[in-house]
């Protein structure tokens, strides 16, 4: 059977769905949202697969935290200048950061401390002493922050400084000297970049030590030696690596995707239901229709080809509806209340921008998976009505 389109069965199929308007529309409605609901779970979850692996490959090779008693301490920074004694470490950083809780607002700000003379450990701390100038930032005791934390800033009326209060309770006014933009939203967001020796005053350290110490390693194949020659030299430091941070994140958003299996298990539940009643038979109106088509000369063929340019209609209509809507909803949007199951709750959480990810593997999955079984399930029973004859057909 070869398809050649006919315009005379193509008009008659549209009229055929007009028909039957209510019936036809509540398939079309139940099928787009099936559709729509998968295809902005998918699209989120790409958008932000590709946001944490941006973001990963700003991160240090190697982050050492030391721990005492089990609980997280400051690191010496005689340390730093040891650990450039191990063959193999290009360079060393000892970091000076920490998490400031703003309750106003019920988020956390990370500040990090800079320092205008070392190097910076990651290329967006690069890029920002390469726009700022950090000695003014020093003498002015000012600081540098992210859209996010700017937007909550203003909110609470802090638009040229904010009061940190350090840990003995003093006030300490830091001016508002520039907003940085970056493409890595999960990373700058909610930052605050400052003098380290101002983060050193809000945060109460003693300025002989460190939050922990970023190594970066000539050779990449050489990450896990290097790594167990300062757990060897440093029992109570604990190395992390680039490959830990991303096996971390993996499993957390393994974790989410389990709950979004779960919907997807009941998406193409209700779908193969559309699909099991459409396969099951016709209804009695449309094997009358069926069997009045024959007796008025219509071919066996031409009722499958008026079915097909039917069930090709409304299927292809409410998939390419979908992926409009979802694409809209996702990325102009932002996906209200979908992004958040994945993300979760915290009034800790600054907002960022899903980045764009069109995943076209994606969108063929989906078309095969509606489109192709809709029609089949449509034909099916169609053709094992119209090779009756028309007066059993009609009985």
Known sequence: MI??????????????????????????????LLIFLLASVLMIADAIKLELNSTLKTLPQITLQRFIAGKQSDVPIARAEA??????????????????????????????????????????????????????????????????????????????????????????????AGVFH?????????????????????????????????VKVANVKEIATIVQKITARYPDMRAITQDDIRVSYQNIFDYKSGFFLSLFSVCAFAFFIIIYDKTSGLSSEEKREIGILKAIGWSSDDIVKEKFYESFILSLGAFL???????????????????????????????????????????????????????????????????????????
């Open 3 to 32: 398809f050649n389109m006919n315009f005379l069965l193509l008009d008659y199929a549209i009229r055929s769905l007009m028909r039957r308007f209510s019936k036809n529309f509540f398939i079309f409605l139940i099928l787009s």
């Open 83 to 176: 650990l450039l004694d191990i063959e193999g470490i290009s360079a060393v950083t000892p970091r000076v950061w920490g998490y400031y809780y703003f309750k106003p607002a019920g988020v956390n700000f990370s500040v990090v401390g800079i320092d205008a003379y070392e190097e910076q450990y990651s290329s967006t701390l690069t890029l920002l002493t390469q726009h700022f100038d950090m000695k003014l930032l020093a003498n002015k005791e000012s600081m540098i922050v992210g859209e996010g934390v700017k937007k909550i800033l203003a909110e609470n009326y802090y638009t040229d400084f904010f009061n940190f209060i350090t840990p003995d309770g003093q006030w300490k006014r830091v001016p508002i």
């Open 182 to 214: 970056s493409d890595l939203a999960l990373e700058s967001n909610d930052l605050i970049i400052l003098p380290k020796k101002l983060a050193y005053a809000i945060f109460g350290m003693e300025e002989s030590k460190a939050t922990d110490i970023v």
């Open 321 to 395: 509806l979908s992926i409009s809507c979802a694409l809209f909803y996702v990325y102009a949007l932002q996906a209200p209340l979908l992004r958040n199951l994945f993300m979760g709750y915290s009034e800790l959480k600054p907002t960022f921008l899903l980045p764009f990810s069109f995943n076209l593997s994606m969108v063929v999955l989906l078309f095969l998976l509606s489109v192709p079984i809709y029609i089949a399930a449509t034909l099916i029973p169609s053709w094992r009505a119209s090779s009756l004859d028309a007066d059993e057909v009609m009985r």
